[in-house]
């Protein structure tokens, strides 16, 4: 699936309040789900997204194809600049990541530009366990992405 080259407005869906995970208690605010939005055009069908070499017939009935990041993060970006976008988080030193110079965002966000490509890649959290739902027009055309997060105590 391509995207349009364009401008895109990232939106970002919170949840407050206690959790608990592995047995302790936290107050916290998590994000829940993280969205591209392509177009305003009304959705009017959602469908899982899958990646490149995902196979839906092996997953176990009542299963949706999951996610897993050791990092819980994801991100969206521009696929012909992946590997400028994506270096500072690939660069590290003696094991541990070194400090990236990347734009903070709200919400721990962060956005990597390429300006000689006119392209970005913002990164945003998002817990292992999650989902991607690609959100169609009537035309079929993808009007947004939505990433939801794996969240604390969520059954896989």
């Given at each position: 699936m391509r995207i349009p080259p364009g401008v895109y407005r990232v939106e970002i869906a919170w949840t407050a309040g206690p959790y608990e995970f592995f047995g302790e208690y936290f107050d916290g605010v998590e994000c829940a789900a993280t969205r591209l939005c392509i177009s305003d055009d009304p959705v009017i069908v959602w469908e899982i997204g899958m990646g490149i070499g995902d196979d839906i017939d092996r997953l176990q009935p009542g299963k949706e194809p999951q996610f897993y990041s050791d990092a819980n993060v994801g991100c969206f970006a521009d696929a012909g600049a992946w590997t400028t976008l994506s270096a500072p988080f690939r660069a590290f030193k003696d094991?541990?990541?070194?400090?990236?110079?990347?734009?903070?965002?709200?919400?721990?966000?962060?956005?990597?530009?390429?300006?000689?490509?006119?392209?970005?890649?913002?990164?945003?959290?998002?817990?292992?366990?999650?989902?991607?739902?690609?959100?169609?027009?009537?035309t079929g055309d993808v009007a947004t992405i939505v990433v939801t997060s794996g969240m604390p105590g969520a059954k896989a």
């Amino acid at each position: 699936m391509r995207i349009p080259p364009g401008v895109y407005r990232v939106e970002i869906a919170w949840t407050a309040g206690p959790y608990e995970f592995f047995g302790e208690y936290f107050d916290g605010v998590e994000c829940a789900a993280t969205r591209l939005c392509i177009s305003d055009d009304p959705v009017i069908v959602w469908e899982i997204g899958m990646g490149i070499g995902d196979d839906i017939d092996r997953l176990q009935p009542g299963k949706e194809p999951q996610f897993y990041s050791d990092a819980n993060v994801g991100c969206f970006a521009d696929a012909g600049a992946w590997t400028t976008l994506s270096a500072p988080f690939r660069a590290f030193k003696d094991g541990s990541p070194v400090p990236r110079e990347t734009e903070r965002l709200p919400g721990w966000c962060e956005r990597v530009r390429d300006e000689s490509q006119q392209a970005d890649l913002v990164m945003f959290t998002a817990e292992s366990g999650g989902v991607v739902w690609l959100g169609r027009t009537k035309t079929g055309d993808v009007a947004t992405i939505v990433v939801t997060s794996g969240m604390p105590g969520a059954k896989a």
